[in-house]
Every structure is written in structure tokens, then in C-alpha cells.
């Protein structure tokens, strides 16, 4: 079993920055692949990011690229979403997820074996 806890979400004006942070526990962390999602009031719960197991591909939505970077590290079993340029429609509650699976890395669909508790970010206008 794996267990996932998220930190770092906040309240912060449009333009800034966060730096969300997520620990795992109870599993090999370089055993699987890891993602961000996210879920705004009304909304179905999105993917904004991800990384596979060596750290060395990622994969963002449009809405985030060139303004989010996903990183992990395998020593210290953490990973990270720094977020830049922040603006309101970024305002959602944000997960990290675990995916162990050797076929996939990252999954649209939200099919993820372990997740967080989440944590809130709000940006304001």
C-alpha cells in the first residue's frame, strides 16, 4: 500500500506562484509513475501533470505548459508541481496520484492506484 500526502496549497494573487509538494510512503517510490489532478467546484477532476518513474518524461495540459513543472525525487520519495503565472481559473483542489502499471505512465481517464487527501489553491484575481 502506498500512502500519499499532499502540502503547500494556499492562497495567493493571480501572477504568483506555488509550490505544491506530495510524500509517499509504504511502497518502493521508483516503482511507479506519478501525477497531479485537479478539481474545481462543478468539475470533473482533471489531469495537469505527470511523471514517469525515472523522472525523465512529463506530461502537462495545455492549459499549464510553460507555466507548471513536474519533478520528482526518487531518494527523497517526494514529488513536485511548481506553479508559475498563477491565475483564477488554476483556483481547484489539487491531488497527487500513484500509478503503478508497466503500460502506462500517465492516464487521462483518472485510473490511478493510490491518491491524496488533496490540497486547496486558490487564486485570486
Known amino acids: 500500500q502506498v500512502q500519499l500526502v499532499e502540502s503547500g496549497g494556499g492562497l495567493v494573487r493571480a501572477g504568483g506562484s506555488l509550490r505544491l509538494s506530495c510524500a509517499a510512503s509504504?511502497?518502493?517510490?521508483?516503482?511507479?509513475?506519478m501525477g497531479w489532478f485537479r478539481q474545481a467546484p462543478g468539475k470533473e477532476r482533471d489531469l495537469v501533470a505527470a511523471?514517469?518513474?525515472?523522472?525523465?518524461?512529463?506530461y502537462y495540459t495545455d492549459s499549464v505548459k510553460g507555466r507548471f513543472t513536474i519533478s520528482r525525487d526518487n531518494v527523497k520519495n517526494m514529488v513536485y508541481l511548481q506553479m508559475n503565472d498563477l491565475k483564477p481559473e488554476d483556483t481547484a483542489v489539487y491531488y497527487c496520484?500513484?500509478?503503478?502499471?508497466?503500460?502506462?505512465?500517465?492516464?487521462?481517464?483518472?485510473?490511478?492506484?493510490?491518491w491524496g487527501q488533496g490540497t486547496q489553491v486558490t487564486v485570486s484575481s
Open positions: 496520484a500513484g500509478l503503478f502499471s508497466r503500460r502506462w505512465w500517465y492516464r487521462l481517464d483518472g485510473k490511478y492506484d493510490y
Open positions: 509504504g511502497r518502493t517510490f521508483d516503482t511507479y509513475a
Open positions: 511523471v514517469n518513474r525515472g523522472g525523465d518524461n512529463t
